[in-house]
């Protein structure tokens, strides 16, 4: 693959200040209407639906989204793309959190934990956790749907963090460390996969998204997606070896700790632990080297934290709220209004989500069948043994990001940073960019400073839209598979 060809000096430089101007004006936004303690902000100057507010979050999303956008098919070199993403997160670490109130929800399930609750069979509000007017009415009452990695990480947060401030302060830095832990990792994966860093470096470092949600709003995706480029990083440097497989292993059980999104990986990094010829045998003994280590972490934290698998019964409350950016919510909203009209009660958005994981579940097998098939023909002829190693990192991180694309699409529920996960693995794996890039533009602009979703108020005009928008692009994956059929 070539490396596209770099940004003139002054577009560069011009979108460098562009993005740097909007994050400035995103924090100042977050100062005058973001989510801070106190719901809602008091005051003249002080309020989430205020003009100041949202004039700031608009234009300052806007010029950090645009910035982002001009520059997509690559920076003018890695370590320009390193220092712009680095200098636009410099305003937003000094912003109050950002597009979200889940961050006290950490703090509240880590002080919790902390004072001998179990964040898995109470809610915060029953558990008496001192802060819970910060956390949004529809967590008060919800068990913890994370692992107990990250139930300890916010445990010790709240611990050193004294009280709320010091708290939300510590979670940043963590959400901070898994973002450069990513960063560390980037290079190393796009080198690998024979993808440009540069081109990497700035999709996944500088979408507004990253800076915004995951760092400003403290979102424990970060530490998820630190700990899992990680993990594949290890593997593709270091296939078939056990104990770097082992290491592997317990970085990506950690992953699963801190959020059980990073599961659906883990069969793709099977496929990339395997050395040499894929056979059956070879899957199984690499594999399960990998699969030791995940079974080890997650033995490990469950049994420190004394919490067990509870946390598993907490995911399937992450699904409470009804939001059109999930497209099987929308397209069961849309048959319950259907319905209405009709005189009946469908009650459509159950079905429509089973439904969705049912097929998500079937893309998933697919998808890993197809690279365990490309990867085995490339080990039936010998001269491909060199075309393999250049090969297996390609296919493997590739598969992981759709797998992890498809997830985020057929998700009961999507908020705007969900995103992240395939960003920052088809950044570092995808040689079209746009069909991924794309969304995480639009996803920038659906939450305002406070958390307040536009999705909320945006309700039945976004289920339509995403409706149509579900009905286009089967049709047109219809028309494409038959021609694929004629073809053959």
């Known amino acids: ?30 100062w005058l209407g973001g989510a801070l303690p106190d719901i809602p902000p008091n005051g003249p100057w002080r309020a989430a639906s205020g003009p100041w507010a949202l004039g700031c979050w608009l234009v300052g999303t806007a010029l950090l989204v645009g910035a982002w956008w001009s520059l997509r098919r690559g920076a003018p070199s890695t370590r320009w793309a390193y220092l712009t993403a680095g200098l636009w997160l410099v305003p937003l670490l000094a912003a109050p959190p950002l597009g979200s109130r889940d961050v006290y ?80 990792c980037l290079p190393g994966l796009a080198r690998a996969a024979g993808v440009p860093t540069a081109r990497a470096a700035w999709l996944a470092l500088a979408c507004p998204l990253v800076g915004v949600h995951l760092v400003a709003g403290a979102h424990n995706d970060a530490v998820m997606l630190g700990l899992l480029l990680l993990g594949l990083l290890v593997l593709v440097r270091l296939p078939g070896k056990p104990k770097p497989l082992l290491a592997a292993g317990v970085l990506l059980g950690l992953a699963v700790t801190v959020k059980a999104t990073a599961v659906v990986v883990l069969p793709f990094a099977a496929l990339a632990a395997v050395h040499g010829r894929y056979t059956p045998r070879a899957l199984l003994r690499d594999g399960g080297w990998l699969a030791g280590g995940v079974l080890a972490a997650l033995a490990a934290t469950s049994a420190l934290s004394g919490l067990g698998l509870g946390w598993v019964a907490g995911l399937a409350r992450s699904g409470d709220t009804e939001q059109w950016t999930s497209p099987p919510t929308a397209v069961g909203v849309v048959v319950d209004y259907l319905g209405e009209l009709a005189g009946r009660e469908p009650a459509a958005v159950p079905v429509t989500r089973a439904v969705a994981l049912v097929l998500l579940a079937v893309l998933l097998v697919a998808l890993w069948w197809r690279a365990w098939t ?31 694309a498809a997830t985020v699409v057929l998700a009961p529920v999507l908020h705007p940073w969900y995103a992240t996960w395939p960003l920052l693995v088809l950044a570092v794996s995808a040689t079209r960019t746009t069909w991924f890039v794309l969304p995480c533009a639009v996803a920038g602009f659906l939450a305002l400073p406070d958390g307040t ?16 928008l579900v009905v286009v692009l089967v049709g047109w994956a219809l028309r494409r598979a038959r021609a694929a059929r004629r073809a053959s």
């Open 1 to 30: 693959m070539t490396e596209p060809g770099p940004a003139s000096v002054g577009r560069a430089r011009s979108a460098r200040y562009a993005g740097l101007a909007g994050a400035v004006l995103l924090a100042v936004a977050g």
């Open 105 to 184: 929800s950490y703090a509240c399930q880590g002080w919790a934990y902390a004072a001998g609750h179990d964040p898995y069979g109470v809610g915060v509000a029953a558990a008496g956790c001192p802060w819970v007017d910060s956390v949004a009415p529809i967590w008060r009452d919800t068990p913890a749907p994370y692992g107990p990695f990250f139930v300890l990480l916010a445990a010790l947060a709240t611990t050193l963090g004294g009280g709320l401030v010091g708290t939300i302060v510590l979670l940043r830095l963590v959400a901070l460390a898994g973002v450069l832990l990513a960063a560390l």
């Open 374 to 404: 490309a990867l085995r023909a490339l080990t039936n002829v010998r001269q491909r043994v060199r075309r393999l190693a250049a090969a297996r990192p390609l296919i493997t991180l590739y598969a992981a990001g759709v797998a992890l």
């Open 453 to 468: 979703s536009l999705a909320r108020s945006t309700k039945a005009p976004g289920a339509i839209a995403m409706t149509g």
